[in-house]
């Protein structure tokens, strides 16, 4: 999953982005509203991570142009100003949910967690794909009940697929869904990562659409 985070704050964003990045998210990092912006039209985002006071453009206002344009990705503010007012107005622009600093990094992946679950459509934290299920809170991954062990990228890959059942992605979004900026992706990184999950996890969960990309099927 592709997080934006825009914080200015230097300490606050280097530790969000490390700490999310460990937790397996991808995550690109902008510290003023209007990079944010050019952020969100250049590239598909799961969820923006929304700091109110910005340089160059607020918080909110990022946060109201983006709704006007109808766009319905997630938005969890991140904020030092916990007044009531405050977390009103931005729940009331558009955001999901709000966040004040300083908050743990643990609260914040698992309010990432719950907004990425209603976002499509689930309330049970556990992916159940037949045989298969996919927890992506402790990362755990089990077959007919057996432990299987997948490294960060795998999980990666099965999660994003596995989230949307039935949903064809092509090795382009995936790409996009497991690196942000800063990462070169080997052309045929998507297919290692594919030929990986099928022999841990047998070839029936990731089906090849030819020419179009990848998918889990609703029943595997
Ligand atoms: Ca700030």
Redesign the pocket.
């Known amino acids: 999953m592709r997080l934006l985070l825009v ?3 230097t300490m606050i964003g280097e530790s969000v982005q490390t700490g999310l990045r460990q937790d397996g998210f991808a995550v690109d990092w902008v510290q003023d509203g209007r990079a944010a912006e050019l952020a969100l039209e250049t590239n598909p985002y799961d969820m923006l991570l929304l ?4 340089p160059r453009k607020a918080g909110l206002d990022v946060l109201t142009a983006l709704r006007r344009r109808g766009a319905s990705l997630p938005v969890l503010i991140l ?2 100003r916990d007044a009531i007012a405050d977390r009103v107005q931005g729940l009331d622009a558009g955001a999901d949910d709000y966040l004040v600093k300083p908050f743990d990094l643990e609260e914040l992946a698992a309010r990432i967690r719950a907004l990425l679950r209603r976002q499509s459509g689930r309330a049970d934290p556990v992916l159940q794909v037949g045989s298969l299920s996919i927890d992506p809170a402790t990362h755990q991954v089990s077959l007919e009940g057996k432990s299987i062990a997948l490294s960060a990228r795998e999980f990666a890959l099965i999660h994003a697929l596995a989230a949307r059942p039935g949903v064809v992605l092509s090795r382009a979004q995936l790409e996009e869904k497991l690196y942000g900026w800063g990462h070169e992706v080997e052309s045929n990184t998507v297919e290692v990562y594919v030929h990986s999950l099928r022999r841990k996890l047998g070839t029936e969960f990731i089906r090849n659409v030819r020419g179009v990309g990848y998918m889990v099927p609703k029943q595997a």
Request: glycine fraction near 12%; charge should be negative; charged fraction near 45%.
């Open positions: 914080e200015d704050d700091d109110l006071g910005l904020s030092a």
